[in-house]
């Protein structure tokens, strides 16, 4: 078994100075905890892997291709791979959890 907690990945993740930390690699999957500060501006760009977003802290929207939902504490969001996808009008530090499939390279 392999057991994590949030507070010290989040710690893990800031001692890096990254916004984002890939704590778990599977063969058929990748984890991470991705951070964004309020008013901070999402650099991502499209992956080749499909992608879930849990939203463990914060308050954001999130547009996903043509779509655009508020997020908070508890939302979950599918990405499917190669689709244009970004956070903004971040009002609360946003943390999230991000699982890849297949792994992220």
Same mark, same amino acid.
């Given at each position: 078994?392999?057991?994590?907690? $949030?507070?010290?990945?989040?710690?893990?993740?800031? =001692?890096?100075?990254?916004?984002?930390?890939?704590? $778990?690699?599977?063969?058929n999957m990748?984890?991470? $905890?991705? =951070?964004?500060? =309020?008013?901070?501006?999402?650099?991502?760009?499209?992956? #080749?892997?499909d !992608?879930?977003?849990?939203?463990? +802290?914060? #308050? =954001?929207?999130?547009?996903?291709?043509? !779509?655009?939902t508020?997020?908070?504490r508890? +939302?979950?969001?599918?990405?499917p791979?190669?689709?244009?996808?970004?956070?903004?009008?971040?009002?609360?530090?946003? #943390?999230v $959890?991000?699982?890849f499939?297949?792994?992220?390279?």
């Amino acid at each position: 078994m392999k057991a994590f907690r $949030l507070d010290e990945l989040e710690a893990e993740r800031a =001692a890096n100075d990254g916004a984002y930390l890939q704590f $778990l690699r599977e063969r058929n999957m990748s984890v991470g $905890l991705y =951070a964004l500060d =309020a008013g901070e501006t999402d650099p991502q760009e499209p992956h #080749r892997q499909d !992608e879930v977003y849990m939203i463990v +802290s914060g #308050r =954001a929207s999130i547009t996903v291709g043509m !779509e655009t939902t508020s997020v908070a504490r508890g +939302s979950v969001v599918y990405v499917p791979a190669g689709v244009p996808h970004k956070f903004h009008h971040i009002t609360e530090d946003l #943390r999230v $959890l991000v699982v890849f499939s297949p792994p992220e390279r």
